[in-house]
Structures are given as structure tokens and as C-alpha cells.
């Protein structure tokens, strides 16, 4: 089957009573990438992602998912025959050895591929007679991951992934994280921890009161994005002098305008010279400020 | 390989990667006929998305400083050119380096040094292409 894009939604909404978790969302995640959806808690992040897995109906909207759409029930669970879903909680049966919960797991999918798993049982250090409930959060995400990764999904939905794990831990599911898109896996996790995001993400759709508030790669933000501050001798001149398309967030300080310019910067600052500022100075935009900013803009 | 990316900077992160190829084998620690790693292995050694090595390499292949091989990985293709632009760097490396002293000796800060760097190379406009 082919689609342009593997997640790809339209209006996408759920609302619970008053409160729309989720608002209006087009979403759209292409394949062979490792996507990051970005926002704070409480951002309507698992909202999303229980919709798209057909684990709660939206309000209204519709979307796709490897071609397959979400609010049909019978294509819902072909979907999910080719979708890995780690969960937030990582629920898994507390009771049962992982040795168990891997047999059982296992049962449901033809795809299962015995090598895998017995690699990253090997490397992840998990011993298989150890009940799932006796292991720390770390081990339950290697375990998750495992029960993930074992099939051959052509997509990975991780929610908060890395929440409650140590450095060392964290360290460990980037890394597979990394495999396992170079794969050939398309990833899409959530996150609210940007240094993480930075690292190995290619794409960025950033959410915030349930709508997508940004959605590129990180490579552009980090070539175009500049933060341009201009000083002036005297008074500087309004605002409205420096606002045009691509330029946001203009704001004066005393006798210093700062804006963020998204694309250009180079042609921006030529255009500004003419306003004779005494200096002007071009930052990156990083993806921490970038998102503050649009937090902010939004409350 | 000792790349190191830093994800914050404001450069795409496969432009540096093919910046610290290229540096690499300019200051000859890489030469003619050495083998980087694969994508899949550099991806998970430098933990960052396959895509951005794979853009760094096919660009690399682009320049023909890398010739990729299926399935047997990317090979430093080091002409003559690069040889000599090596010795160049190397030149103008002992020159800076040398001025960066005296100017150290003259009671500049790094800082103060760095700046005068790159208001030299970048003004009047900060963001010409930085390679």
C-alpha cells in the first residue's frame, strides 16, 4: 500500500466536555523519519495518539494511518497489525515473567522475529525469569520496546517514551531508537524533553492547547531561524517599521528591537541596515527557545 | 571516528558532519582509501537520525570526497587536490596560530580574539554561508 504520509489527519478533534483536548490538528508525519511530537503535559499529545490507535473515537475530523483509516473499526485493527505502540505506562502484565509475557506477546503476531528478540533480551540485560512487576521503569521500557521491536512494525508509536528513565537509560533508547528508524522503521514519539528531541529527530510538530502550533524539520530551523536583535543610538523607530512576512515576535526593549526571523535572515538584516541601527546581532533559534516562544505566544 | 554534533548550533546537523569529514581529511587524520562506518552504525555511534549521516555522506558523494560502496560502506576518495588543499590548511593553521598568540601576548581575551574572528569573516553580513 502507499501513501504519502503514514499519519495524516484532518481537523482532527476531541473535546471533553468544554475542554478540547485536542483542536482542529492536521497532522501529517511522513515515513522513514523520526518525528517528535512536541508539547507540554496536558498538550493533547496521548490524546492524539489514542485516536490515531483507535483506543478512543474523536469528536470530529478524520485521519489516517498507513493508508488505513482510524474510525474504521475493521481497518483499525489491520492497522494496528503493523503499528508498535509503547506506551506511556508501559502497561504490561505485572504478573508474568518477561520470559512469559514475550510467549505471549509473541502468540498474536506472525511477523515475530525470534532472532530479534533474542538479541535484545541479550543486550538489554533483562533475565527472563524475572516477574515484570520486580523491574525498574528502565527495564520495563527495554522490556516494552522489545515486545516492540521483535515484529518488523513499519511504524513505532512511542508516548513519553523516555519519562522516569535515567541518562544511562536514556542514553540506551535513542540509541535503538536510531536503529531501529536506520531499519527502516518510521518513529513517532512523544516528548516534552527537548535535548533528547534534538538530538535524533528529523521533524518536529509542536503542540499546544491541542492545536499544531509548528511542524518542520530541525534542520531548517536550525539554518534559517535566527533571533536578529538591532540597537539604536537614540529612541528606536515602531515596530511596525521591521514587521514582514517570515518575521515574528518583534519586540522593543529599550533602545533595542529583538525579532525572529524564520527564513532569509541574510536579505532581512540588508532591508533593516536602513533603519540605521548602531549594531545588529544574528542568533540560532534553538528548538528550547523556539518552543518557549510559542508556548508563551499561545497562553 | 571522533565526530561530535552539537544539535543546538544554528547549522544543520548533516552539515556539520560533512564539515568534520571534510576537516578530517584535510588535517590528514583521514587519507585516501580509509573506510567511515556505515550509515546505520555512525547514526547509532553519534545517536542522531540515519537520514542526517545519509545526507552527509550522499552530499560528500556529491563533491567526490566519498565514493559509497553497496554494502561495503564509504571510502575516503582523497585526490590530489584535497592533498594539497591539506597542506594549505595546515599553513594557515600554523599562521593563526601564531597570531593568536602574539595577540595573547598583547593581553586580548580569547573572547575579545574570537569575536574580532568572526566579525572579519561574517560582517557586515553574519550569515554568508559559514563553510
Same mark, same amino acid.
Given at each position: 500500500?502507499?501513501?504519502?504520509?503514514?499519519?495524516?489527519?484532518?481537523?482532527?478533534?476531541?473535546?471533553?466536555?468544554?475542554?478540547?483536548?485536542?483542536?482542529?490538528?492536521?497532522?501529517?508525519?511522513?515515513?522513514?523519519?523520526?518525528?517528535?511530537?512536541?508539547?507540554?503535559?496536558?498538550?493533547?499529545?496521548?490524546?492524539?495518539?489514542?485516536?490515531?490507535?483507535?483506543?478512543?473515537?474523536?469528536?470530529?475530523?478524520?485521519?489516517?494511518?498507513?493508508?488505513?483509516?482510524?474510525?474504521?473499526?475493521?481497518?483499525?485493527?489491520?492497522?494496528?497489525?503493523?503499528?508498535?505502540?509503547?506506551?506511556?505506562?508501559?502497561?504490561?502484565?505485572?504478573?508474568?515473567?518477561?520470559?512469559?509475557?514475550?510467549?505471549?506477546?509473541?502468540?498474536?503476531?506472525?511477523?515475530?522475529?525470534?532472532?530479534?528478540?533474542?538479541?535484545?533480551?541479550?543486550?538489554?540485560?533483562?533475565?527472563?525469569?524475572?516477574?515484570?512487576?520486580?523491574?525498574?521503569?528502565?527495564?520495563?521500557?527495554?522490556?516494552?520496546?522489545?515486545?516492540?521491536?521483535?515484529?518488523?512494525?513499519?511504524?513505532?508509536?512511542?508516548?513519553?517514551?523516555?519519562?522516569?528513565?535515567?541518562?544511562?537509560?536514556?542514553?540506551?533508547?535513542?540509541?535503538?531508537?536510531?536503529?531501529?528508524?536506520?531499519?527502516?522503521?518510521?518513529?513517532?514519539?512523544?516528548?516534552?524533553?527537548?535535548?533528547?528531541?534534538?538530538?535524533?529527530?528529523?521533524?518536529?510538530?509542536?503542540?499546544?492547547?491541542?492545536?499544531?502550533?509548528?511542524?518542520?524539520?530541525?534542520?531548517?530551523?536550525?539554518?534559517?531561524?535566527?533571533?536578529?536583535?538591532?540597537?539604536?543610538?537614540?529612541?528606536?523607530?515602531?515596530?511596525?517599521?521591521?514587521?514582514?512576512?517570515?518575521?515574528?515576535?518583534?519586540?522593543?526593549?529599550?533602545?533595542?528591537?529583538?525579532?525572529?526571523?524564520?527564513?532569509?535572515?541574510?536579505?532581512?538584516?540588508?532591508?533593516?541596515?536602513?533603519?540605521?541601527?548602531?549594531?545588529?546581532?544574528?542568533?540560532?533559534?534553538?528548538?528550547?527557545?523556539?518552543?518557549?516562544?510559542?508556548?508563551?505566544?499561545?497562553? | 571516528?571522533?565526530?561530535?554534533?552539537?544539535?543546538?548550533?544554528?547549522?544543520?546537523?548533516?552539515?556539520?558532519?560533512?564539515?568534520?569529514?571534510?576537516?578530517? @581529511? =584535510?588535517?590528514?587524520?583521514? /587519507?585516501?582509501?580509509?573506510?567511515?562506518?556505515?550509515? $546505520? *552504525? #555512525?547514526? %547509532?555511534? !553519534?545517536?542522531?537520525?540515519?537520514?542526517?549521516?545519509?545526507?552527509?555522506?550522499?552530499?560528500?558523494?556529491?563533491?567526490?570526497?566519498?565514493?559509497?560502496?553497496?554494502?561495503?560502506?564509504?571510502?575516503?576518495?582523497?585526490?590530489?587536490? @584535497? =592533498?594539497?588543499?591539506?597542506? /594549505?590548511?595546515?599553513?594557515?593553521?600554523?599562521?593563526? $596560530? *601564531? #597570531?593568536? %598568540?602574539? !595577540?595573547?601576548?598583547?593581553?586580548?581575551?580569547?573572547?575579545?580574539?574570537?569575536?574580532?574572528?568572526?566579525?572579519?569573516?561574517?560582517?557586515?553580513?553574519?550569515?554568508?554561508?559559514?563553510?
Amino acid at each position: 500500500m502507499s501513501y504519502p504520509f503514514v499519519i495524516e489527519t484532518q481537523q482532527l478533534t476531541k473535546a471533553y466536555g468544554k475542554v478540547q483536548a485536542v483542536n482542529a490538528l492536521n497532522l501529517r508525519v511522513a515515513a522513514n523519519q523520526i518525528t517528535c511530537f512536541l508539547g507540554r503535559n496536558g498538550a493533547g499529545k496521548s490524546t492524539t495518539i489514542k485516536m490515531l490507535l483507535g483506543m478512543t473515537h474523536p469528536t470530529s475530523g478524520t485521519g489516517t494511518v498507513l493508508g488505513r483509516t482510524i474510525q474504521d473499526a475493521q481497518q483499525s485493527r489491520d492497522l494496528r497489525r503493523h503499528v508498535a505502540y509503547v506506551a506511556e505506562d508501559k502497561q504490561l502484565y505485572a504478573y508474568m515473567t518477561v520470559e512469559e509475557m514475550v510467549r505471549f506477546t509473541r502468540s498474536f503476531y506472525a511477523d515475530w522475529r525470534p532472532e530479534v528478540e533474542q538479541r535484545l533480551l541479550k543486550q538489554y540485560e533483562l533475565s527472563p525469569r524475572r516477574r515484570v512487576k520486580a523491574l525498574s521503569k528502565g527495564m520495563r521500557t527495554k522490556l516494552a520496546l522489545l515486545l516492540a521491536l521483535s515484529r518488523r512494525p513499519e511504524l513505532l508509536i512511542l508516548d513519553e517514551p523516555s519519562e522516569g528513565l535515567d541518562p544511562v537509560a536514556i542514553e540506551e533508547l535513542l540509541q535503538t531508537l536510531v536503529a531501529a528508524a536506520a531499519e527502516g522503521t518510521t518513529i513517532f514519539f512523544s516528548s516534552h524533553q527537548i535535548a533528547e528531541v534534538e538530538r535524533i529527530a528529523d521533524h518536529v510538530c509542536m503542540i499546544n492547547h491541542g492545536r499544531l502550533v509548528m511542524d518542520l524539520p530541525l534542520d531548517r530551523l536550525r539554518q534559517d531561524y535566527r533571533r536578529i536583535t538591532l540597537s539604536f543610538a537614540a529612541e528606536p523607530p515602531p515596530t511596525a517599521e521591521v514587521q514582514a512576512e517570515g518575521i515574528e515576535q518583534v519586540r522593543t526593549n529599550g533602545r533595542q528591537i529583538t525579532m525572529m526571523a524564520s527564513r532569509d535572515a541574510d536579505a532581512v538584516v540588508e532591508r533593516l541596515q536602513r533603519l540605521r541601527p548602531i549594531s545588529v546581532e544574528v542568533e540560532p533559534v534553538g528548538l528550547r527557545e523556539a518552543f518557549l516562544e510559542k508556548v508563551k505566544e499561545e497562553a | 571516528m571522533p565526530f561530535k554534533l552539537n544539535p543546538s548550533a544554528g547549522q544543520p546537523l548533516y552539515l556539520q558532519l560533512m564539515q568534520q569529514i571534510r576537516h578530517s @581529511v =584535510e588535517t590528514g587524520v583521514l /587519507r585516501d582509501g580509509d573506510v567511515l562506518p556505515g550509515i $546505520r *552504525s #555512525l547514526a %547509532e555511534e !553519534l545517536v542522531v537520525s540515519h537520514n542526517t549521516v545519509a545526507k552527509a555522506y550522499s552530499e560528500l558523494e556529491h563533491e567526490g570526497l566519498l565514493e559509497l560502496r553497496h554494502g561495503s560502506g564509504a571510502y575516503i576518495s582523497a585526490g590530489r587536490t @584535497v =592533498e594539497s588543499r591539506a597542506d /594549505r590548511v595546515r599553513r594557515a593553521r600554523d599562521k593563526v $596560530r *601564531s #597570531l593568536v %598568540e602574539t !595577540l595573547l601576548d598583547q593581553g586580548l581575551a580569547a573572547e575579545e580574539i574570537h569575536r574580532l574572528f568572526e566579525a572579519e569573516l561574517f560582517y557586515p553580513a553574519p550569515l554568508e554561508k559559514r563553510r
